[in-house]
């Protein structure tokens, strides 16, 4: 009898990590249903669209001004339905998301067992990312199976008192995403904005150096974020031959910090709504650096080879720094400056797999398959921590 297994998504980045997941597990004969909560509408129907899925079920929860409370209370009561309606076998979820520990939270209400794709990442102030860091931690506490990423995530779970034998590093599902969207790109099988192509070759023919940015967490809403673009401004002052391309968020916290700080009247700044996952990944493959304040960019940005300055005072992702693949600079002017000099006199950095090697899907698949289906399998878990030696 096949194995119900519901994945729940709620954000753009959820889907992109779980969806890939979700069609290998039906390709391996299991039920799966894939629900969407909608925390984030027109993001997340993008995202499944980029994979040509349509999801199962919607609960459509996203309402104009949301918070935290409406987003928890209205995810918790609707699973219950959901949960009650078609009693799966398992429930999974992902990262950090107030969608991701409701759904966890509804499940265990259900005493339905959860799995945790992205376990075990932690930056060590609750308040940073927020409400991120306590979410994750909050769903540890739930969930019966943890995929973590890296073996440091596998170290925070067993530090923690997760059981051994309930943890499984498996490396992250976003390198799996990232790889597939990367050879549909470079195959002409995903097509990317014209007007974005005509201006990266542009640059590049032109000799310039180019940096993809992003930043819009609400840790760095009060003041943070105008010292970020301050220091961004002056670097591309002194800097002319570089163009930054900003994909800006419509928060209204950020548009102040970039009227404030003038950056969008500089010539070399190429500003623009959020870009699709496609046309994002187009620019990460095309840029010579990033510069971020988001924790899965890190990921993906290292993962093809780009340097990263991190615009956060901590990181649950402090991996790419050992490798010497990035920099925390948080929103300090001096230490973004010194970062940005250093990325433009010149990081040469090859891909990394330190956050996975595009098999993560496949190693969760095969192991849910010995869990739930009783199905003997080699020890997947074993082999990649060795394989990361």
């Not at 096949?2 to 992109?16: C, D």
């Not at 597990?25 to 909560?37: E, G, R, V």
């Not at 590049?204 to 940015?213: D, E, V």
Request: glycine fraction near 6%.
């Amino acid at each position: 009898m096949e194995k119900r297994v519901l994945l729940i998504v709620g954000t753009r980045p959820e889907a992109i990590k779980l969806i890939p997941l979700y069609t290998f597990l039906k390709q391996a004969s299991f039920d799966a249903i894939l629900c969407a909560t909608n925390q984030h509408t027109d993001l997340l129907i993008q995202a499944c669209a980029i994979f040509d899925v349509v999801p199962d079920i919607n609960l459509n929860v996203m309402q104009d001004d949301q918070d935290l409370f409406h987003i928890t209370q209205t995810v918790l009561v609707k699973l219950k339905t959901v949960y009650n309606n078609l009693n799966p076998d398992l429930v999974i979820v992902q990262g950090d998301t107030t969608t991701a520990f409701s759904a966890a939270l509804a499940a265990f209400y259900c005493k339905i067992p959860v799995a945790h794709v992205e376990a075990g990442l932690r930056s060590g102030d609750k308040f940073a990312p927020y409400p991120e860091e306590i979410n994750r931690k909050f769903i540890t506490q739930l969930a019966t199976y943890h995929f973590a990423p890296t073996a440091l995530n596998v170290a925070q779970l067993l530090h923690e008192g997760v059981a051994r034998n309930a943890i499984f590093c498996t490396g992250n599902t976003v390198v799996d995403a990232l790889m597939l969207i990367k050879q549909k790109i470079e195959r002409g099988e995903l097509q990317v904005n014209e007007q974005l192509k005509v201006l990266v070759q542009k640059s590049k023919l032109a000799g310039k150096k180019l940096m993809l940015l992003t930043a819009h967490r609400r840790e760095s809403f009060n003041g943070g974020l105008l010292r970020v673009f301050n220091a961004i401004r002056q670097f591309m002052q002194q800097y002319p031959d570089v163009v930054a391309f900003y994909p800006s968020h419509p928060n209204p916290n950020v548009v102040h910090a970039i009227d404030d700080s003038g950056i969008k009247e500089l010539k070399n700044m190429h500003m623009s709504a959020p870009l699709s996952y496609v046309e994002f990944i187009y620019l990460l493959m095309s840029v010579d650096w990033v510069v971020t304040d988001s924790g899965g960019i890190q990921e993906e940005a290292v993962s093809l080879g780009k340097f990263v300055l991190v615009l956060r005072d901590v990181t649950e992702r402090v991996e790419c720094f050992w490798e010497g693949l990035g920099r925390l600079v948080g929103t300090r002017k001096d230490l973004i400056m010194q970062g940005l000099q250093e990325c433009y006199e010149g990081v040469g950095l090859e891909s990394s797999n330190v956050f996975g090697d595009g098999n993560a899907v496949q190693r969760i698949t095969t192991i849910l398959k010995s869990k739930l289906c009783d199905v003997k399998c080699v020890d997947v878990n074993e082999h990649y921590v060795a394989s990361m030696q």
